[in-house]
């Protein structure tokens, strides 16, 4: 058998009866729906019965790892957590950086499941070809970085050679906006997927291996991954060189020179290598990207660039020792931090995305940087996601602002806009399930319904998720995303900006050329967007089952992803055949959600989102989004239908996916 | 009459960060008012004819509220305006 990038094989460690055993997986399936969660979505549809508890036996928690993950290229270290996620009744998936994915993969399976409930805490250590199941009764309880830093030495890893993902406190109590560490805080954040870990009683992880990882023809490989970071680093030296000059110029750039095509991928490229994502915060606070006061006030007039600047770009690095690359990454817009001054020092922590300060800046109006650092390191610790604690937090001010809430309700806390201190206690409280905050960490949607009163008009989410932080009146094609995708709620798929960033019609000859001069307005009409956007989701379906980081996308130069795989796995698929297995995925994973009895209406934004009622003033000020237009002409891009969500028999037989033919047809 | 300027661009690998007040005459439009800052002594390049002429126009701000660029320039100000200009880059 030779090489072929994927190891062709899974573990499933069964935690009700201690059982761990390897799989093999038929090169058909990775041939259909990949590796990473196209292969997650092929398992759990077939082997999770719809309406079961996701905090019960039968969910499926799996760790899988991408197709190109180790193979040489780069931008490919991405895993992807998947189980049905207890955050919104569906399909569930979050993927994280870091440096886990190689190493399942050099333990010889593409992907780790775990079925069952243990009967006591435990942890997986995979080594090699060995894998079992250990006592975790000295971790349960601790912090996700000491967790790692415990289970290390316990196991002498003194040259951190395991890789290990891990949950915190909050997962272990199934709270809701849970998520899943590795590497010391980066995070598989979004889904509520670290309560499924801790439903499941597993506390961490850890892997490694030493199995050699290899495409079918390296040398290509090797020459695609030359190709793509010399058109990197021509991206450095326009951006270096040129200066000031190069975006006055690229008019000019775009009619004679290819790379001039990448121009705002290369300025991402710029931000993304000099601040991290934190570089965009003040900018998208007075631009009106970010939401701002839980949604409903405006950058300009609720947190102006004075305030806003105290957390971005300049300021958010201050405390950054150094820069923090996740596996074949060649940018590391990450970064770890030292906080020496303030009521708040932190001696070793990730330096806080663009997310995390706007879920507590904007949106709670916080302008006190080392407050944020402080609530990062609190969620990273505690092992929530970042941005449903800050919206979790954000409508537990606006319930307080509005009665809803007394101050006896939240234990004292002297709960409003700007309040850091009350925010670090509440988040302490959410991630411990204490007072209010066992309410709270169960997500907006449902701490909502327990408090009553009107409380859902303050809770901002897609289908259970918090929306993300970036609002629709700027960019219509987040919005579409959060309500059309699997995953509601969810920024790392698909947008109009993603789009720019790509250059989407690099990836399909049947793609709209993207269009840099549009005007605002016709940004914000509905109609003629769905095409574009289906052929992003479809490339990020592609990026999901490889590995691939969203910002290797749109970072410049063309990333060779269609190369890659055929490199990496021997094949020789066109583009339009890469595109249906990208549409196979996508197809796949929203039917899980039509099995569960999820249709349209089940992921609509909370009205404020989309402009219903628009905001008063502001950049967005009069704004509403025909969101049913965009999302129906989504929908017919997919073949599925608006009503029911079903996709139509004709498409499903085109995609080959009989499992689900049998599902909706008989 | 005295307008307040925000600029808050990515140009190249610089952040640009500026806010100050810019004295104009009755009548000055946003253009000119652009215009006027960059053959002005305050700044040593250009930077708001480079970040007009933009693949993807800034997001233009008056006292608050979304400006149309290039259609809406042509916009008179008023004393104590205040104006922001702002890198349209949405991501992360």
């Known amino acids: 058998m030779g090489a072929k990038g994927y190891m062709g094989k899974v573990m499933w460690v069964d935690l009700t009866n201690g059982t761990i055993k390897r799989e093999d997986v038929p090169d058909e399936v990775y041939r259909k729906f990949l590796s990473g969660y196209g292969l997650g979505a092929k398992m759990l549809f077939d082997r999770i019965n719809p309406g079961i508890d996701p905090l019960g036996p039968e969910n499926i928690l799996g760790f899988c790892s991408g197709l190109l993950t180790g193979v040489g290229s780069v931008f490919t270290g991405r895993f992807e957590v998947v189980a049905k996620s207890p955050l919104t009744g569906g399909w569930g998936d979050a993927n994280c950086g870091g440096d886990l994915s190689p190493a399942i993969k050099k333990a010889g399976v593409d992907a780790i499941f775990f079925t069952g409930i243990s009967p006591k805490p435990v942890y997986l250590v995979v080594d090699g070809d060995k894998a079992e199941l250990k006592d975790a009764a000295r971790v349960w309880g601790k912090d996700a970085v000491e967790t790692e830093e415990l289970i290390r030495k316990q196991l002498g890893d003194d040259k951190a050679k395991f890789k290990l993902a891990t949950i915190g406190p909050a997962g272990e109590k199934k709270a809701l906006i849970a998520g899943i560490s590795n590497d010391r805080g980066r995070y598989a954040a979004r889904s509520g997927l670290g309560a499924v870990m801790g439903s499941k009683k597993l506390k961490a992880l850890a892997v490694k291996g030493e199995q050699k990882i290899e495409g079918a023809n390296p040398e290509a490989i090797k020459t695609l991954t030359k190709e793509f970071q010399k058109g990197l680093k021509s991206a450095d030296f326009l951006g270096k060189v040129l200066s000031s000059r190069i975006v006055n110029i690229a008019g000019i750039m775009t009619r004679v020179s290819p790379l001039a095509t990448a121009q705002p991928g290369t300025l991402w490229c710029q931000i993304l290598k000099k601040f991290g994502t934190a570089g965009i915060t003040a900018m998208s606070s007075e631009s009106g990207d970010s939401p701002v006061k839980n949604w409903g006030g405006s950058g300009h007039h609720d947190f102006p660039l004075a305030r806003a600047s105290k957390i971005g770009d300049d300021a958010a690095i201050k405390y950054q020792v150094k820069k923090y690359g996740c596996y074949s990454c060649p940018i590391s817009c990450g970064g770890i931090c030292e906080v020496k001054e303030g009521p708040y020092p932190l001696s070793e922590t990730h330096k806080p995305e663009y997310e995390t300060l706007c879920a507590f800046g904007a949106m709670c109006l916080v302008d006190d940087l080392q407050a944020i650092y402080k609530l990062n390191d609190l969620c990273n610790r505690g092992g929530v996601d970042t941005i449903s604690c800050g919206a979790v937090c954000a409508f537990a001010i606006e319930c307080v602002e509005n009665g809803i809430l007394t101050k006896q309700d939240v234990g004292g806390l002297d709960l409003g806009w700007g309040k850091a201190e009350a925010l670090i206690k509440l988040t302490e409280m959410i991630i411990a399930r204490q007072g209010i905050g066992d309410v709270l960490a169960d997500g907006v949607k449902r701490a909502a319904k327990k408090i009553g009163k009107g409380a859902e008009n303050f809770a901002m989410h897609a289908g259970g998720q918090e929306l993300p932080m970036h609002d629709p009146k700027l960019d219509p094609g987040y919005g579409l995303a959060y309500e059309v995708e699997p995953t509601p709620g969810r920024h790392t798929i698909a947008s109009g900006t993603w789009q720019e960033l790509m250059l989407v019609h690099r990836y399909s000859k049947d793609a709209d050329k993207v269009k840099q001069m549009k005007s605002h307005k016709e940004r914000l009409s509905p109609r003629g967007k769905a095409k574009n956007q289906a052929v992003n989701s479809k490339v990020l379906q592609l990026a999901n089952g490889s590995g691939v980081c969203l910002f290797g996308l749109g970072c410049g130069p063309k990333f060779p992803l269609y190369e890659y795989l055929n490199a990496a796995a021997g094949w020789s698929l066109d583009e339009d055949q890469f595109l249906l297995i990208g549409e196979r995925i996508e197809t796949l994973r929203h039917a899980f959600n039509v099995r569960e009895g999820i249709t349209r209406k089940d992921m609509k934004m909370q009205g404020r989102a989309s402009g219903n009622p628009p905001l008063p003033r502001g950049p967005h000020k009069g704004v509403t989004l025909d969101m049913d237009t965009m999302a129906k002409e989504f929908y017919q891009e997919f073949g599925w239908d608006f009503e029911s969500g079903k996709p139509s028999k004709e498409r499903l037989e085109k995609l080959g996916l009989d499992e689900v033919i049998k599902e909706f047809y008989g | ?92």
């Not at chain 2, 307008?3 to 104009?24: Q, W």
């Not at chain 2, 390049?45 to 693949?55: H, R, S, T, V």
């Open chain 2, 1 to 92: 009459m005295k307008i307040s300027v925000k600029l808050m661009v990515m140009l190249g690998t610089r952040m640009v960060n500026e806010s100050f007040e810019e004295e104009v005459a009755e009548g000055t439009t946003l253009e000119k008012l652009f215009q006027q800052v960059d053959g002005s002594k305050r700044f040593k390049k250009k930077y708001f004819k480079e970040i007009l002429a933009a693949p993807r126009p800034p997001v233009v701000l008056l006292n608050g509220n979304r400006v149309e660029v290039p259609e809406e320039l042509g916009e008179k100000l008023n004393e104590g305006d205040e104006v922001s200009v702002v890198s349209p880059i949405a991501g992360g």
